[in-house]
């Protein structure tokens, strides 16, 4: 686990492709319990230790997740993070071939799919049908694949993986929405590079950035970025 900010209010962690952020039916060890450990040992803290989860990845996405060290920080991140306005949250994604448009603003709306855990593209006026917005750039574009910087407007089940698969350039390993192959280590291309927001207590501005994962391809388009 690798501590990217910490105070005695909040903690972001560089969550790996591997890791659930909270326990879910697989039974495996979530990156919440080890944060909790990594705090019960560093401060020598007495008794369970409280640790609030105001914000999720997917499992198979990597990048910087933000847990809450008490429950004032908690109640404010999490309004924080349902106003969608006072969290900016950057993606970097490595996708299949390059968009026609280097840079653009996506709106769809979306509905889930609960059995598939999946989401899909929909009409404005289908059922349950939520409007998603996000903007992205491309960052570098090569001959197979290209790396991408994503903006989110609105937070939506599999947005990102969703909107940019019906351009035609899903995430890289994402077989779910038409990657032709899956990652090695079984993960997605897709990195929760950067968060920017004003501290919950402090009051002041906090920018978090996570180094991208410790692949080949990951460091050489991240190389390129100017």
């Known amino acids: 686990m690798t501590v990217l900010y910490e105070d005695s209010h909040i903690i972001a962690v560089n969550k790996t492709c591997n890791e659930i952020v909270q326990g879910d039916k697989t039974g495996d060890t979530p990156l919440s319990e080890i944060v909790k450990d990594y705090i019960k ?18 499992r198979p996405t990597s990048g910087v997740v933000l847990f809450a060290r008490t429950s ?3 109640t404010r991140l999490n309004e924080m993070f349902k106003s969608h306005e006072q969290i900016k949250k950057t993606y970097w994604a490595i ?7 280097p ?24 059922k349950e049908a939520k409007l998603a917005i996000l903007t992205y750039k491309t960052l570098v574009r090569g001959e197979h694949y290209s790396l991408l910087e994503i903006n989110l407007e609105t937070g939506r089940h599999h947005q990102i993986r969703c909107q940019l698969a019906a ?4 995430v890289k ?10 990652n090695p280590d079984g993960g997605i291309s897709l990195h929760a590079r950067q968060i920017a927001f004003i ?22 388009l991240a190389a390129s970025v100017q």
């Open 41 to 58: 040992v560093k401060y020598n803290k007495p008794g369970a230790v409280f640790l609030g989860v105001p914000h999720r990845l997917d």
């Open 103 to 126: 840079e653009a603003r996506l709106e769809n709306y979306l509905t889930r799919n609960e059995t598939l855990n999946k989401s899909f593209i929909a009409k404005p006026n289908a």
């Open 95 to 101: 996708v299949q071939g390059c968009p026609k448009v």
């Open 199 to 220: 501290h919950p207590v402090k009051k002041e501005p906090i920018c978090i950035t996570a180094p991208v994962p410790n692949d080949s391809l990951w460091q050489q």
């Open 72 to 74: 004032k920080a908690l």
């Open 167 to 170: 351009i035609g350039c899903p």
């Open 173 to 182: 390993g994402d077989l779910k929405y038409g990657a032709k192959r899956s």
